[in-house]
């Protein structure tokens, strides 16, 4: 899942040391994604269905949240886009975790493309979006308040959910097989 080089190895992706705003924003959220993507990458159905401790939460259950995330981040909330498949087609108000639920009976190539495909459209509309201006113009949807975030706290977000999501992951992938740490081996 990770990006490779020629020689199978995961290309780093690390927040310049001292480049601009918008730089280190998506370098830090390219490198949550590159990480989450590393805990996830190379199993099975049965390691992605995997639990520990009282959780029932799973490896293929994340991924098919954040490739929700992504897309409702950057498609729906960033440009006010409609809800791309599969995510269009969901009575969110009778099944709120469908994504969850969902995952057990999903392959793990869907897992890995539908996530794969997410954040590449996120990819794409950030860079729509950051064409017309700099981080701190207004994202199409308003909070429930009225208020209007900028893309800068959107993105603030967007690494939090990894941060938090790839914590879970690490405590999922530890127990399956022992994957440990925070960077993919260079």
């Not at 995510?87 to 057990?104: L, M, N």
């Not at 690490?170 to 260079?186: N, Y």
């Amino acid at each position: 899942m990770p990006a490779v080089t020629e020689n199978n190895q995961p290309i780093l992706m690390e927040p310049p040391a001292a480049g601009t705003e918008i730089d280190t924003l998506i370098g830090s959220l390219e490198r949550q994604r590159l990480t989450f993507a590393w805990k996830c990458a190379d199993l099975d159905s049965t390691g992605l269905r995997a639990t520990t401790a009282a959780t029932t939460m799973t490896l293929g259950g994340l991924l098919k949240h954040l490739a929700l995330v992504e897309d409702d981040y950057f498609s729906v909330r960033l440009l006010g886009r409609a809800p791309n498949p599969p995510w269009d087609k969901v009575d969110w108000e009778s099944d709120p975790d469908w994504e969850w639920r969902t995952a057990a009976v999903d392959t793990p190539e869907q897992l890995y493309a539908l996530w794969e495909e997410s954040v590449a459209r996120s990819r794409a509309n950030l860079t729509v979006a950051l064409a017309d201006g700099d981080p701190g113009q207004l994202i199409h949807r308003s909070w429930p308040d009225g208020r209007s975030p900028s893309i800068r706290r959107m993105l603030v977000d967007m690494i939090e959910e990894y941060a938090r999501h790839t914590g879970h992951a690490d405590l999922l992938r530890e127990a399956i097989d022992g994957r440990v740490g925070e960077d993919p081996p260079s």
